[in-house]
């Protein structure tokens, strides 16, 4: 049984991201899942000044450390003006100062969705492209486009052939844990 961390790459409380992060830890079996809302991890934006007077929080480090004890991670980003929001960047660039293979060896389900057409497929590509620079290997990515038209928190994914090609895209992620 692997351990996986579930997260949404967003810190606010409504996130439509973490909201399809609960949907897609529901359908997982044969695995320990942890799932953190990260509306409960607030970091001060990123310097070098407040890196050097303060040092790294607690609940950064123990974020580092849940990553590294994970398995896999399941991860669903969101969208700001074709990019990832800067709170997960942010994140990011923390994590990374301190470990920069903070990532070293995860298997990751990237997934992404926003209100519009594209289902943040601008901000998917570009966390496709970053997270393997510290160390992730990405199995599977997944968008839902639509969200509040594809998606109710009751059922989960509505469209019959958005949710086949999210059920291909877990399956994928699991089989390699």
């Known amino acids: 049984m692997a351990l996986i961390l579930a ?16 949907h897609t830890v529901s ?33 950064l480090v123990e974020l580092k450390n849940d990553i590294q004890k994970a398995d896999g ?15 997960f960047k942010n994140l990011i660039d923390w994590l990374s100062r301190v470990d920069r293979r903070f990532l070293d060896g995860k298997k990751i389900f990237l997934m992404a969705t926003s209100g519009g057409k594209r289902g943040a497929q601008g901000s998917l590509e570009v966390v496709k492209n970053i997270l393997p620079r510290f160390g992730a290997q990405i199995v599977s990515a997944y968008s839902l486009p639509l969200f509040y038209d594809n998606f109710d928190e009751t059922h989960g994914i509505t469209n019959a052939e958005l949710a086949q090609a999210h059920k291909k895209a877990l399956d994928e992620f699991l089989k390699v844990l």
């Open 7 to 22: 997260f949404a790459g967003s810190n606010s409380s409504t996130s439509i991201n973490f909201k399809l992060v609960k």
């Open 27 to 59: 359908l997982v079996s044969n695995h320990q899942v942890q799932t953190l809302n990260m509306f409960n991890y607030q970091f001060p934006m990123f310097s070098e000044d407040l890196e050097r007077e303060k040092g790294y929080s607690n609940s």
């Open 73 to 87: 991670l399941l991860i669903s980003v969101n969208e700001h003006n074709a990019n990832p929001s800067a709170y």
